[in-house]
């Protein structure tokens, strides 16, 4: 009997090791495994610069910047080699930004798809400089894909910015920033669904050549729509078209397509002959707001004289007459252009 109770203590004496030797051995294999999934990981990522990464970035960067409501985010879109306007931008009308408002914010946005590693490198150092800078991961940045462009800068503004109104611009748009700041606050509350530019209404559609618009359907002129050099839209309206991103149609022109995408909507457009935003300057005036189509010397000279005289211009030029939109026509009948106006 003892040499059966010695022989069963014996038995699980080495069933104990066994279990104990594959314990320890699945605990090496998962360790293994983890180790090499790890590797894997920080391998791949190794490569990767800011731009493949440059949304979880920008989400950082809101984060810790944007933690309260911001009153007005400005959208500045640029190209990658544009730095020189950007800079000019950072010393002019965006220099005293946070004096003015500290809800205010601003970002230019690149497209960085298939970007050239040179081009690369200096934006990643240009954006751990001033951190002014939204790159879209996503888009290759082109002329041609200015609605995209505009479009997915705005899926991403809804998505991590809660910004009353929104100030789309070009690089190349100096603006009076006081003015427009402190008009917005000036906004009846019972203004809702603001669009605030200057609105087309009769512009023949193009049909042909490269800015045809072989998806365009409606009619043999474009709806009502603000001009791209610079215009504003409400919260809710930037809502409105991120929500709505994948069923909007894309046409060649940015400024057009966001007409169309605003038209059966109850908007407030507003038609302001002080934005001087056409697709060339009608001249300079003291009373616009946003002057678009501006060299970078236009920028410097305008941002001096505003602060040694209080004005815009040196001299005040006129290339081209302005209208007031009569909304009480067809648009066909808009835009009568006349002289005597800025």
Known sequence: MADLSACHRAIKRQLFRRNESLLLLVCIVTFLFVFYIYQKVDCENTGKSIYQFGVHRNEQSISREWSSETFLFIMILTSPKGKERRDAIRKTWLSNIKSLDSSVAARFVIGVKELPEENRKNLDTELETHHDILFLP??????????????????????????????????????????????????????????????????????????????????????????????????????????????????????????????PLQVSRVHDYRFNTEYRSRGCNNQHIVSHKQSIDDMYQKHKQLQEAGKLCSHETHLRNSFVYNWGVPPSQCCKRVGGIP
């Not at 618009?213 to 791209?228: T, V």
């Open 138 to 263: 996503e888009l290759k940045d082109s002329y041609f894909e200015l609605t995209n462009k505009v479009l997915q800068a705005i899926k991403w503004i809804d998505e991590n910015v809660k910004s009353s109104y929104l100030l789309k611009v070009d690089d190349d748009s100096f603006v009076r920033l006081d003015v427009v700041l402190s008009e917005l606050k000036s906004t009846s509350p019972s203004t809702k669904n603001l669009y605030w530019g200057f609105f087309r209404g009769d512009a023949h559609v193009k049909f042909k050549g490269p800015w045809a618009e072989k998806r365009w359907h409606l009619c043999d002129r474009y709806l009502p729509y603000a001009h791209g050099g610079g215009y504003i839209l409400s919260g809710e309206l930037v809502n409105f078209i991120a929500r709505n991103a994948d069923l909007l149609q894309r046409f060649n022109s940015e400024d057009v397509s966001v007409g169309a995408w605003l038209a």
